[in-house]
């Protein structure tokens, strides 16, 4: 049972640290712009910059810390970036206590976390490639999954009642500190980490080391359908939720603790999702499930531009959320562990940040443009534009199985132990 596999301590810690810092950032999830509207009066137009800023800005920030991660220890940059963003976060109550809160400061905060996040996600890849078997990567990235969405599931519930108890500044000061436990958690895997090596002359950072990354996804026939495909499909998803929270609770009458019911409760099939991941695969094979499950989670989105009101349309959310969301929680990490076997291991922590550096800009480019497209046809027409869109994601996934990029040497847990001290 994938209940009882160890997949080590070193493993152990890695999640532990990821756990913290996951639920911490989700109890935080409308601090930023609560923060800016209750103690700083923003504006809507205020607001959205806010909320862009983070994605675009702390993306462009991020596209030389790539190859800066490759070339250096990974652990050491997790936990240099988890102390980043505690110490940006902690400026935000600093400021406030002090009556020196501005909104260029909350914006600033938003761009350094935004960087320090993709700088953390493409290190980590790097590191739990380094920590697991390869046969365990899918058991290791389907509990990192389900972890996302169980944070997701019970994070912003319990963060709305801090709030409401506390204010949003006291949520801010939670996330600051699960970024230094996950410091914590990092440094207690242990062990002495080697210092990559570069496979090729010269030993220094070069300015076409930038745009490393991007050349190899677009190069190789395995991953390069698959990040058109999710840039698509996590764009088209994202572009809608400001439009449902417009539809829901403006136009529908929702109040937003039901609007917050109908995303939170069909967080479960994420975790059904994760937990179906392995044994799916076991059963049919990578590429048919990575295949399947891509294609049915594109179908569902076209169904929230039917949401009428009251029970009826409450319900018809939660149904059409758990489908879209159980498909992901199973493509998910079948994907996450795909893009790892076909990644060099002196190129992921590269890769994985071009990956998110792209995603993060055009999640941002694609809500803004239905922002406007939505100020033209309505919420819900904006909304049924998407849903007809997404369904043509799927045709950019791999249509057969490829060899991974480089081969995996067979080691045991001792192996994985004796590199990291566990």
């Known amino acids: 049972m994938e209940a009882r596999r160890s997949l080590g301590r070193p493993f152990g810690w890695l999640w532990a640290a990821y756990t913290v810092s996951t639920f911490g ?8 712009p609560l923060i800016a509207i209750l103690a700083l009066d923003a504006g809507p137009a205020q607001v959205s910059l806010l909320a862009a800023a983070g994605f675009a800005v702390g993306a462009v ?3 030389p810390l790539g190859p800066w991660v490759e070339f250096r220890r ?3 940059v997790m936990i240099a970036m988890d102390l980043v963003r505690c110490a940006a976060l902690l400026s935000i109550p600093a400021a406030y206590a002090l009556g020196l809160l501005g909104f260029g400061q909350l914006l600033l905060v938003a761009v350094v976390v935004g960087a320090a996040d993709i700088a953390f996600s493409s290190a980590s890849g790097a590191c739990l490639k380094e920590l697991v ?3 365990d990567l899918l058991v290791a990235n389907g509990r990192l999954e389900s972890t996302s969405w169980t944070a997701l599931m019970l994070g912003p519930p319990l963060g709305g009642a801090v709030i409401g108890v506390f204010g949003p500044v006291v ?3 939670a996330d600051a500190v699960s970024y230094l436990l996950s410091a ?3 440094r207690a895997i242990g062990g002495k980490e080697p210092h990559p090596a570069r496979t090729g002359p010269p030993a220094r950072f070069r300015a076409g080391d930038l745009l490393d990354g991007w050349r190899f996804i677009l190069a190789g026939p395995a991953l390069r359908p698959l990040f058109f495909n999710t840039l698509l499909n996590n764009g088209l998803i ?3 939720s400001p439009l449902l929270i417009v539809l829901m609770v403006g136009e529908l009458g929702f109040a937003p603790w039901q609007y917050g019911l109908a995303f939170a409760v069909p967080c479960l099939g994420g975790l059904i999702g994760s937990r179906l991941a392995r044994p799916l695969v076991e059963r049919f094979g990578r590429h048919r499930v990575l295949l399947t499950a891509g294609t049915l989670r594109a179908c569902w989105l076209i169904g929230l531009a039917f949401i009428g009101p009251g029970v009826a349309g409450l319900v018809l959310v939660m149904v059409v959320e758990f489908g879209l969301i159980t498909c992901s929680g199973v493509f998910n990490p079948v994907f996450a562990t795909y893009r790892l076997d076909h990644t060099p291991a002196d190129r992921v922590a590269r890769t994985l940040s071009a990956w998110s550096v792209t995603s993060k800009l055009s999640i941002a480019a694609m809500t803004g443009l239905w922002g406007l497209l939505a100020g033209v046809t309505g919420p819900r027409t904006a909304v049924g534009i998407a849903g007809v869109l997404i369904l043509a994601t799927p045709l950019l ?4 199985e490829h060899a991974p990029e480089e081969p995996h040497e067979p080691h045991d847990g001792r192996d994985a132990a004796a590199r990291t001290g566990g």
């Open 133 to 135: 078997r390869p046969d």
């Open 238 to 240: 994202m572009a809608t």
């Open 61 to 63: 920030v991020a596209v």
């Open 74 to 76: 990974k652990r050491p």
């Open 25 to 32: 950032t989700r109890i935080a999830f409308d601090a930023f």
């Open 184 to 186: 914590l958690g990092v």
């Open 397 to 400: 996934l791999p249509r057969r």
């Open 171 to 173: 949520t801010v000061v």
